[in-house]
């Protein structure tokens, strides 16, 4: 393999719920922090980096492991920008230590270790093909969901009832969004299973809602984000999008109006 092939990085995921899950909880963390600390800043690419260098891991140790076949070069390109990444990752993630002010470190550091430990679990589980298990599949959401609260640590703010909350918005809204998928592609398989799953677990989210109203987690602003997820669900439920495609650009559209409403709703609040 040529050098200039072993140094183009590889192709980004092209998952649109990845891209969204990703996004979702360091925007809420910083909504509800602002106006963050400069330390916040350098985690968000910060964050970014750890996601592909996993995924270049992941894909190629993965194979390794499994004794698949693969094209020449293709292991040590992931793996080389693997380690550039995490490399990358790691000087921001220094940058925002430095950056913090001393009396945040100590939130800082705790909520970094759990989003390190939840993303490092999940990998494991990745490597094992265990991922798509549902509790691998939940590891995986509380992984990126974790990222709401370590951006609320790196803006300077304690991590109280408000800061553990932002995570705990992210994870409902990806529950709600796992179980919907599910159930859609159930249906088109004729499955009704999963629909009632789906129903469950979005029972569950609107009681876990009024759980966290009611101990002051969240405020009913907060809440009225997931009004459009609902929504959707009962739509989509009675009539499914037509193929993969329509089904990912609604999430994609759902999503942005979740994250609005809900940055909104912390805005408001401050």
């Known amino acids: 393999m040529g050098s200039a092939r072993l140094f183009s990085p590889p192709p980004l995921p092209h998952e649109h719920g990845a ?3 990703l996004a979702i909880p360091p925007l809420l963390g910083l909504a509800a922090a602002w106006p963050p600390a400069a330390a916040a800043w ?14 270049a891991a992941v894909a190629a140790a993965s194979r390794v ?9 293709f292991v040590g390109r992931r793996v080389l920008w693997g380690v550039l990444e995490i490399a990358a990752a790691a000087l921001l993630a220094a940058v925002a230590w430095n950056l913090a ?4 470190r100590g939130g800082l550091g705790a909520a970094a270790v759990l989003t390190l430990a939840l993303g490092g679990a999940h990998t494991g589980l990745a490597l094992a093909h265990l991922d798509r298990t549902a509790p691998g599949v939940m590891l995986g959401m509380a992984a990126l969901a974790s990222g709401a609260p370590l951006m609320v640590a790196a803006a300077g703010r304690p991590l109280d009832r408000r800061g553990v909350a932002t ?10 969004s796992q179980a919907y998928v599910k159930a859609v592609r159930g249906l088109w398989k004729g499955d009704r299973v999963p629909r009632r799953r789906c129903l469950a677990a979005h029972a569950a989210v609107a009681g876990a809602l009024v759980l966290l109203i009611d101990r002051g987690f969240i405020t009913p602003l907060v809440a ?3 009004v459009p997820v609902f929504a959707r669900t009962a739509w989509g439920l009675r009539r499914p999008p037509a193929n993969l495609r329509v089904l990912g ?14 940055i909104s709703a912390y805005a408001l609040a401050l």
């Not at 350098?42 to 995924?55: C, E, H, K, N, Y």
């Not at 492991?65 to 070069?73: D, F, H, L, N, S």
């Not at 002010?101 to 945040?104: C, K, T």
């Not at 650009?249 to 809900?262: D, G, Q």
Request: one cysteine or more.
């Open 19 to 21: 891209w969204a899950m």
């Open 167 to 176: 995570g705990l918005v992210a994870l409902l809204y990806f529950a709600t």
């Open 65 to 73: 492991i499994a004794g698949k076949k693969v094209p020449e070069g």
């Open 42 to 55: 350098p985690l968000l690419p910060a964050m970014g980096l750890l996601f592909l260098s996993r995924d």
């Open 249 to 262: 650009w609604r999430e994609v559209a759902v999503a942005t109006v979740f994250s609005c409403i809900a």
């Open 101 to 104: 002010p001393p009396e945040a």
């Open 224 to 226: 009225a984000a997931f």
